[in-house]
């Protein structure tokens, strides 16, 4: 019976057939896992290059500005209306490597009971309530360089009628 023959050919045939396919697919499965690998690290390298070529955080809107670093505050002056409650961005544009702090910086007003602290290369918004009569108040950081006693550590809150 030829016909037999054949057929238990062809079975052994594709059974060897099906014996090497495993390690292909394997082969195949493993280039597409490394293409997967390859392209998320690339797509998170580009993004952590991006954010160091960016500013450090989007501007809150409406907010004002007040960035912090181990040279003093940019700007060390507001000016709001009394009674008024306005949103302040605060922001520390140092590092974590500073000694001083590690990139932590404050604003403070004892006698408003504001004391805001911001983490490094970071931005956080905070509701400031201007006191109902016009004044000037001291805002300083305490976590650096001195703290309070260090004038460039300082600014001016100016609360107009
Ligand atoms: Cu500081």
Request: glycine share 10%; aromatic share 6%; proline share 7%.
């Amino acid at each position: 019976m030829p016909k037999n023959t054949d057929l238990a050919a062809a079975r052994a045939r594709q059974r060897a057939a099906d014996r090497r396919r495993p390690p292909a697919e394997h082969r195949r499965l493993r280039t597409v896992l490394f293409a997967v690998i390859a392209t998320v690290i690339g797509v998170a390298a580009i993004g952590l290059v991006a954010m160091r070529l960016l500013p450090p955080t989007p501007a809150a809107a409406g907010a004002y500005q007040i960035r912090a670093s181990m040279g003093g505050f940019q700007p060390a002056a507001m000016s709001v209306k009394a009674g008024s409650t306005v949103s302040v961005e605060l922001t520390s544009t140092d590092t974590s490597m500073h000694s001083d702090g590690g990139g932590w910086h404050e604003m403070a007003i004892d006698e408003l009971g504001i004391d805001w602290k911001v983490g490094p290369e970071s931005s956080k918004v905070f509701q400031l309530t201007a006191p109902t009569t016009p004044g000037t108040y001291t805002w300083f950081c305490g976590i650096c360089c001195g703290g309070r006693a260090n004038p460039s550590m300082q600014g001016k809150l100016t609360v107009t009628a």
